[in-house]
């Protein structure tokens, strides 16, 4: 078992930035990838960011290249998203997610995969 606790949601102006933590708990694979999904209201949960955690390797949407980054502390068992230059359309339920994935790619976008997930935490943007 796996257990994910994000945290670091919260309120923020557009234009600022926020960073949200997921603190990793239980049986972890070399293996496993983490990941970060996003979901708006009335919106499918949508994929943002992986890591490895071992290696440390990236993948990331299109649409947040460059204003997110995704890092893993294997010390204190913790993966981080610092987001930049926050829009109104960033907000939503982050989501920490993980399975067992030894490479990247662009499966890793479909949330049906993820075996452990965590409860979330809010973001909102304001315009």
């Known amino acids: 078992q796996v257990q994910l606790v994000e945290s670091g949601g919260g309120l923020v102006q557009a234009g600022g930035s926020l960073r949200v933590s997921c603190a990793v708990s239980g049986r972890t694979f070399s293996s496993s990838t983490m990941t970060w999904f996003r979901q708006a209201p009335g ?32 010390a204190n068992h913790t993966v981080y998203l610092q987001m930049n230059s926050l829009a109104p359309e960033d907000t939503g339920r982050y989501y920490c997610a993980s399975t067992v994935s030894p ?17 979330g935490t809010q973001v909102t943007v304001s315009s």
Do not use: C
């Not at 490895?52 to 502390?73: A, H, M, P, Q």
């Not at 990247?104 to 409860?119: E, F, M, P, S, V």
């Open 43 to 74: 919106k499918e949960r949508e994929f943002l960011a992986a890591i490895l955690w071992s290696g440390g390797n990236t993948y990331y949407r299109e649409s947040v290249k460059g204003r997110f980054t995704i890092s893993r502390d294997n």
């Open 103 to 119: 490479r990247l790619g662009a499966w890793l976008a479909n949330a049906r995969i993820y075996t452990y997930w965590g409860q």
